[in-house]
């Protein structure tokens, strides 16, 4: 792809992005469409596109939307998600559960088992096997194994599932459905429900914040970026959270709250001592500063690492 087609491509991506920000679906719609022509190789319109149309309740050009992405990217995540979230609002739990089953195993590829743990809590949830409580079960076992602040929450929350006692065939929440054998790719009677739209995705604000920085605001920039990382970890995308703040770092590198966003990602991916690393050089940066606020931060922080002298030691030693 040539530069110029590449800027054509990306200015059509973010019009995309900002439209559906605004609720202008159908000219988002019309610049995701341009932006898969110029770059017909990726996979990113399609999973935009299909995010609007499953916001505007078409949910199977939604789901052929996905599907496209996923014949260009079989393993994105972003694609994969939206695909499982869409077949869930048309009540299609089986189809939903083996997308939710595939998005796991990528997820535990990339060594992110407590990503691989809930995706394959929720693909439990929606559809009932002995081979997904064997898999929920053995990456409990292997979770345990790496702990880690990240992993405790994901551990609740799968334990909860696997003690749970439902009859074969149960949905959650003791909701009556179907065997898996049985489910193939029928509906629960939920299709005609109303779908709710989604919070503007992490990518939209990236890109809006980006928008602010080519304006010459980087202090809008900035805040758009951390929100992103904010948004992006809520949504179990952690690469691209990362992606965000290091997005900011390269034009606000000494901002504590973007070191203590990273702070937090880290530990949420089980990398303890990268975020102590992190914290020791945040708190020798803060102390030449005269911002008592971040000191303050910092200092809130640290306390959870007692096992760490560097921290554990006044910040002039």
């Known amino acids: 792809m040539s530069d110029e087609v590449f800027e054509r491509y990306r200015e059509a991506l973010r019009r995309g992005h900002v439209a559906a920000l605004r609720g202008r679906l159908d000219l988002a719609i019309d610049a ?10 990726r996979p990113v319109p399609h999973v935009s596109l299909g995010d609007v149309l499953v916001r ?11 599907d496209r992405a996923l014949e260009r990217s079989p393993r ?21 559960a083996r997308t939710l089953d595939l998005l796991s195993q990528v ?3 990339a060594r992110r088992l407590a990503d691989a743990a809930d995706s394959a809590r929720s693909a439990l949830e929606q559809a009932e096997s002995r081979d997904r409580r064997r ?12 702990g880690g602040p990240g992993a405790e929450a994901a551990l609740a929350r799968a334990s909860e ?22 489910e193939g790719s029928g509906r629960d009677g939920q299709a005609g429900k109303e779908v709710q739209p989604p919070s503007p995705p992490g990518s939209i604000l990236v890109t809006e914040a980006l928008a602010s920085l080519d304006a010459g605001d980087p202090g809008a920039a900035l805040a758009g970026l951390l929100s992103a990382a904010r948004a992006l970890a809520a949504a179990r995308q952690s690469d691209a959270a990362l992606d965000a703040c290091y997005l900011a770092l390269s034009f606000a590198p000494d901002d504590p709250d973007v070191h203590l966003a990273l702070i937090d990602l880290y530990l949420a991916r089980g990398w303890r001592g990268q975020a102590a690393d992190k914290l020791v050089l945040l708190r020798r940066l803060v102390e030449l500063t005269d ?18 002298m560097r921290l554990a030691a006044s910040p002039s030693a």
Not at 56 to 66: E, F, K, N
Not at 168 to 181: H, L, M, Q, R
Not at 291 to 308: G, L, M, S
């Open 135 to 146: 898999h929920l079960t053995d990456l409990v076992a292997r979770l345990r194994e790496v």
């Open 107 to 109: 997820q535990d590829g």
């Open 32 to 41: 995701y469409a341009e932006a898969a022509t110029l770059a017909p190789e």
């Open 56 to 66: 505007l309740g078409r949910l199977d050009d939604g789901l052929a939307a996905y």
């Open 291 to 308: 911002d008592a606020a971040a000191k303050e931060r910092v200092a809130a922080v640290a306390i959870f690492f007692p096992e760490d």
């Open 76 to 96: 994105d995540e972003t694609a994969l998600n939206g695909r499982a979230a869409a077949l869930v609002a048309g009540g299609r739990r089986a189809e939903a």
């Open 161 to 182: 599932v696997l003690e749970a006692r439902k009859p074969a065939g149960a949905g959650p929440a003791g909701t009556p459905g179907k065997a898996e054998g049985a």
